[in-house]
C-alpha cells in the first residue's frame, strides 16, 4: 500500500513564503518523476511542478521565478519552495508520484494566502 503525506501547508501573509513536503511510504518500483499541483476554489487541478528523477524541472508560467520543486529519489520525498507568495496562488496543493505503471497522489494539504 502506497501513500503520500503532504505537509507544511498553511496561511501566510502575501509576499510570503511556505515549504511543502511530500514523502511517500510503501513499495514504488520506480519513480519516474513526481511533481505538485494545485486545485483553487471552483477550478480545474493544475500543475505547478514537476521534476523527473533525473533532476530536470518544468514550472507552471506563474510559478516561474517563485517556487522550486526538488526531490530525494533515496527518500521518496518532494519539495515545493513557495516565495513571494500571491493571493492567486490560494489552493489545496497536492503531490503526486509517477511510478512505472501508475500515478500516486497525496491527500492535498491546503494554502491559503491572504491580501
Known amino acids: 500500500q502506497v501513500q503520500l503525506v503532504e505537509s507544511g501547508g498553511g496561511l501566510v501573509q502575501a509576499g510570503g513564503s511556505l515549504r511543502l513536503s511530500c514523502a511517500a511510504s510503501?513499495?514504488?518500483?520506480?519513480?519516474?518523476?513526481m511533481g505538485w499541483y494545485r486545485r483553487a476554489l471552483g477550478n480545474g487541478r493544475e500543475r505547478v511542478a514537476r521534476?523527473?528523477?533525473?533532476?530536470?524541472?518544468n514550472y507552471k508560467d506563474s510559478a516561474k521565478g517563485r517556487f522550486t520543486i526538488s526531490s530525494d529519489n533515496a527518500k521518496k520525498t518532494v519539495y515545493l519552495q513557495m516565495n513571494s507568495l500571491k493571493p492567486e496562488d490560494t489552493a489545496v496543493y497536492y503531490c503526486?508520484?509517477?511510478?512505472?505503471?501508475?500515478?500516486?497522489w497525496g491527500q492535498g494539504t491546503q494554502v491559503t494566502v491572504s491580501s
Open positions: 510503501g513499495s514504488i518500483f520506480s519513480i519516474n518523476a
Open positions: 521534476i523527473t528523477s533525473g533532476g530536470d524541472t
Open positions: 503526486a508520484v509517477e511510478g512505472s505503471s501508475r500515478t500516486y
